[in-house]
């Protein structure tokens, strides 16, 4: 059996999250292009629904850099099978009672990226 090659860590509390991923990914290029997915998703940008900021780069300007590139590549081209991280996202916020439904509340999740102010936004039913 070949050993796998080592990924390079996402920031601080991120790479455990990451690492329970990692059975679903077939290489390191995988591997590696999750966790720069997640690290883009989560960090504070303004544009954090396009590859460039997910990447770290300058819209337009940006879009043929190597990091924009691979996460292009990542997202639409590899191998991956995004019906099974789907279920392991969803399996992991079941099994942490901080995030799993119970009858006191439920946490929702807006990742729309708009931002909110008032009652009200486009594209948002109550």
């Not at 790479?15 to 590696?32: G, N």
């Not at 690290?39 to 879009?63: F, I, M, Q, S, W």
């Not at 639409?76 to 009672?97: I, M």
Request: charged share 25%; with cysteine; hydrophobic share 35%.
């Amino acid at each position: 059996m070949t050993r796998r090659v080592p990924c390079p860590p996402a920031p601080g509390p991120l790479e455990a999250y990451a690492a329970r991923f990692d059975d679903l990914f077939s290489t390191l290029a995988q591997r590696r292009g999750f966790r720069e997915y997640l690290t883009g998703l989560l960090l504070p940008r303004d544009r954090n629904k396009t590859l460039t900021c997910l990447a770290g780069t300058e819209p337009v300007v940006g879009a043929q850099h190597a990091s924009v590139q691979r996460l292009q590549f990542f997202l639409s081209e590899s191998t991956w099978d995004h019906k099974q991280v789907n279920a392991r996202r969803v399996e992991l916020l079941l099994a942490d009672p901080a995030t799993t439904p119970h009858p006191g509340g439920v946490l929702v999740i807006d990742d729309s990226g708009d931002r909110k102010d008032g009652t009200a936004t486009a594209h948002i039913g109550f």
